[in-house]
């Protein structure tokens, strides 16, 4: 999305350089993990029922208790400028791998009842109503905050159950589709965080829309989908080029 040697993205071209060795290393050593690893005989698992209340009663406890600690300036746009508290910090850690647990229990329960052919909204019903109300709370107050990673992990942790239960994967023309309303979506959130901090969702979302609100960046992009993702480039190269000289 971002394109030019004035372009943030490009602070050195040898720091674009260490960021990519680095990223095909570690993506090299994790799948050599799985092909040196020796092979061990799988049982078969047993066929059991799991009960999923302890789960759902964890979450929302930890929900109604994060809600209670975080600072209430980081939900008013404060993502990046304001820290949520330690104990908010630690009890949303909480909650997502409570509600991660909860997702992935489901998931498994399905497959043994043997209820693998359904569609993604009888799928979103089987999970039932009450997490799902309460997760939408959540990445509500989410996108207050400015922040985008919940929003990403979780419709990627829904949706990856989902293909691993039905074993159904979408085709090229929906996946592109998919793929273009998600940069759409997460690439509005960033631009609305981008507008100033002391005005509340609502006004900045207002911003955005405006026709009279021009681009931030000076530089044109041949996708300008793409340029607020683009940016998250920066922070690798920045950390790279930063740390060799300063530390």
């Known amino acids: 999305g971002l394109i030019g040697k004035e372009s943030p993205v490009w602070f050195s071209d040898s720091a674009v350089i260490k960021s990519l060795l680095y990223s095909i290393i570690g993506i090299l050593a994790f799948i050599t993990s799985y092909i040196s690893s020796p092979s061990y005989e799988i049982k078969p698992a047993k066929k059991v029922f799991i009960n999923t209340k302890f789960l759902s009663l964890f979450y929302i406890l930890l929900l109604i208790i994060y809600f209670y600690f975080v600072d209430k300036n980081y939900l008013r746009g404060g993502y990046g400028k304001v820290f949520m508290g330690e104990q908010a910090a630690y009890i949303i850690q ?29 799928y979103i019903r089987f999970l ?38 039905t074993k159904k994967f979408p085709s090229v023309k929906m996946s592109l589709v998919a793929i273009l309303c998600g940069i759409t979506f997460i690439s509005v959130l960033g631009e609305i965080r981008s ?49 060799p000289n300063q530390h």
């Open 94 to 122: 909480l909650f997502r791998a409570a509600f991660f647990a909860y997702i992935i229990v489901k998931t498994r329960n399905l497959i043994v009842q043997g209820l693998n052919k359904i569609s993604f909204f009888q």
């Open 195 to 243: 507008f100033r901090k002391e005005v509340g969702f609502t006004n900045r979302l207002s911003q955005w829309y405006s026709s009279e609100t021009e681009s931030r960046y000076s530089e044109k992009s041949f996708l300008p989908l793409t340029q607020n993702l683009a940016e998250s480039i920066t922070a690798l190269n920045a950390v790279i080029d930063f740390l």
């Open 128 to 165: 039932g109503a009450l997490p799902i109300i309460m997760l939408i709370i959540y990445l509500f107050s989410v996108m207050l905050s400015g922040d985008r990673g919940p929003i990403i992990v979780f419709s990627l942790l829904i949706l990856g159950n989902y293909l691993l239960l």
